[in-house]
């Protein structure tokens, strides 16, 4: 079973905004750092956000920038992606991942648990 959740995935259209949540399954803990990752078909996994256990600390990829922003809740061990001026170009299935340090990382190897992931489609 998947221990972390995502959800709100859904097709939206261009400059409409959307928010992404990734809840962790009951008893896991030590995800100290969270973040975002995405994959278009035909293209390799992309780190989009990263965020710190107590939130002071965040980082995001270069082409969402200024428009995605990384929260999360320690008492639900959740984070959520809030995301604004969606395009085209930002259509991918969505990954939640987590790891057991505190360091911050945009290397998808170095995130221990994934969730499975939510669709989502900017289109016209």
């Known amino acids: 079973q998947a221990q972390l959740a995502e959800s709100g995935g859904r097709l939206v259209k261009p400059g409409e905004s959307l928010r992404l949540s990734c809840e962790a399954s009951?008893?896991?803990?030590?995800?100290?750092?969270m973040g975002w990752f995405r994959q278009a078909p035909g293209k390799e996994r992309e780190f989009v956000a990263a965020?710190?256990?107590?939130?002071?600390?965040?980082d995001y990829g270069e082409t969402v920038k200024g428009r995605f922003s990384i929260r999360r809740d320690n008492t639900k061990e959740a984070v959520h992606l809030q995301m604004i001026d969606l395009k085209p170009e930002d259509t991918a299935t969505y990954y939640c991942?987590?790891?057991?340090?505190?360091?911050?990382?945009?290397?998808?190897?170095?995130?221990?648990?994934w969730g499975q992931g939510t669709q989502v489609t900017v289109s016209s």
């Open positions: 991942a987590a790891r057991g340090t505190y360091s911050l990382s945009r290397s998808r190897h170095d995130y221990d648990y």
């Open positions: 009951p008893g896991i803990y030590n995800f100290y750092v």
């Open positions: 965020i710190s256990w107590g939130g002071g600390s965040t």
